[in-house]
């Protein structure tokens, strides 16, 4: 257990500079309507930029446009696979957004280049987690915060699914919300 | 003296070419919102040979309504839109949503792209089926009347 911290500490770095660098494409959100291009503009941009866009404008519009490498390539399919019945509702795509998005997350998955072997450790080669609270690495670094009721694994407001409420820079779309969130660790 | 007045003549030019640009702005925003209104009562004239208009009362009775059908874990519009359509909602994962009134977001319902997208999902989320055209265009006429 003494050596718990110094790994999670380890973890954690490498999970936000990850999270950091993934944040550079996000986009404004859903309050920037004008920031969506037009089918035909989708069609013409490359696969791998245009399924970054469709991912942070689309996926991001709900919630944070959580970082591909913080789950492996099997629950991204597993996930974009069942838009339309998407933790109790239909966040459904078009046919082309799907496979754009499909394309995206897996190529930067845990298990791909972008990952790194450390946001899969504890984790069952047989477990396709739907949830990046599910993975255990997650748990392991968010277990104080759990803990002290900070934050909850339900929905609402301190939803662990809200990242952007602790993590400054994951928040994206929210003019005029305060700012005086911490940065853990 | 003169090395500040040009400066600031610059800044009055902008403040005072502000407003007529925002002004325009939600003209044009008005203007494709009617566009997707036309389309939506187009539509809603082969639902309904008899469809005289849409009504702002049954869009908002349509938005406040449970749907039987209502997945549960959006029984209504109102759930993360909240019953009041000028405050900004919610979503479950707890991002932020802006206002569905025009008057707080003039941009709303001006892209028939985004405006569909988003019928078909929410409406098989709250009423369990694909909305209609009146339905739809009743919703609208609700928002563009907050």
Partial sequence: MMREPCLGLRIATLALAGVAAWLTVLSPGIAA??????????????????????????????????????????????IIGNLTRHFGEDAGLSPGDSASVLHYTVAHAADSSFGSPQILAGLAPNATPLRITDMPVWRTIHQQVIASGQISLGTGANAAANCGRCHVAARTGESGAGETGKSPR | MRRGALPSLAVAAVLGLLPAAVAASVAQYAAARQAILSHYAAEARREDPNFKGFSASAGQAFFLAHPAAARPATPSCSTCHTTNPRNWGMTRAGKRIAPVAVSVTPSRFTDLHKVELWFRRNCNSVYGRPCTAIEKGDYITFMASQ
């Fill in chain 1, 33 to 78: 309507p004008a920031a969506t291009p037009s089918p035909a503009q989708r069609e013409a941009a490359p696969a791998a930029e245009a399924g970054a866009h469709v991912y942070a404008s689309q996926c991001g519009a709900c919630h944070t446009a959580y970082p591909p490498e913080l789950l492996p390539a099997r629950s991204w399919r597993a």
